[in-house]
Structure formats: C-alpha cells, structure tokens
C-alpha cells in the first residue's frame, strides 16, 4: 500500500475540530454502531523517535468510541442532544506504529445506557494491533 493510499470505505472525516485540526487529513468510515477514524502516519504524528505518539493514539481511540457511541444512541432512536463527555479513558499501548503506515481504530463493543455508554476499542497499524482502549461516556442531555 503507497504512502496516499486509503482503505476503501474512508471519506473524509466528518467532524472537525481545532483539537484534531493539526492532525489533518483525517479519514473516518461510519457503520451502524461504530465510526472508525483513519489516517496515514506523518511527522507531525509522531515522537523524536519516528513513532506515532501515545497521545494521538488514546486520542483517536477516544474519539472514535465516543462517535460510535453516538451512532448506537442514534440506531435506538435516542440520538443524544448534549452529545457526550469522555468520564473514564483508559490505553493499553501493545506495539508502535511508524511513518508512513495506516493507523485507523476499531471500536468493537458498544453498551449504551440512560446516561451512561461504554466502549472500547483496537488501534491498529496497517492492520496490526498497537493499542487497546476502553471509555465509559456520560450522556449530556442538552437542556
């Protein structure tokens, strides 16, 4: 896979913010009940060393559940009018990634509560997992 190559099933992302901004391009894959984030690994991404930093990855990892987490709410009809707040984030760092290579996430469960969800999710880089995350999110109820 080249360098501007993206995995089929990626557009870019939909949700902007001045947090992720520097990270930039970012590319997301939505399903029912999960939203993947993606993107090609570059210096801006990474430590003196060339390998991608913790930070984008516990990042990445809390963004996407919390997306995911919405689209489940969305799926039963209770799509969250506050949205949500991270309570608990906890990564379990298991390889590193480098220049160049695919890092996307896979959130694979999703329990949504009244007012609280509950996710977690595998980073991975071209496919190989390098981080394991988990996140408990309060439902904002928007008034």
């Known amino acids: 896979m080249s360098e501007l190559t993206i995995p089929e099933g990626y557009a870019p992302h939909f949700r902007k913010s001045r947090f992720t901004d520097p990270w930039e391009p970012l590319f997301s894959k939505t399903?029912?009940?999960h939203v993947s984030i993606g993107l090609r690994l570059a210096e801006a991404h990474c430590n003196?060393?060339?390998?991608?930093h913790g930070g984008l990855i516990a990042s990445l990892a809390d963004n996407a559940?919390?997306?995911?987490c919405v689209a489940?709410?969305?799926e039963e009809g209770r799509g969250p009018k506050g949205g949500l707040v991270t309570v608990s984030l906890s990564t379990d760092y298991?390889?590193?990634a480098r220049l160049g290579q695919?890092?996307?996430t896979d959130t694979h469960f999703v329990k949504t509560g009244g007012s609280l969800c509950f996710a977690d999710c595998l980073v991975c880089a071209d496919g190989q997992p390098i981080?394991?995350?988990n996140a408990t999110f309060?439902?904002?109820s928007g008034d």
């Open 138 to 140: 309060k439902v904002l």
């Open 72 to 74: 489940a709410l969305s």
């Open 65 to 68: 559940m919390g997306l995911s």
């Open 48 to 52: 003196s060393r060339g390998l991608v």
């Open 94 to 96: 298991l390889g590193s």
């Open 131 to 133: 981080a394991r995350a």
């Open 102 to 104: 695919w890092l996307a």
């Open 31 to 33: 399903e029912p009940r």
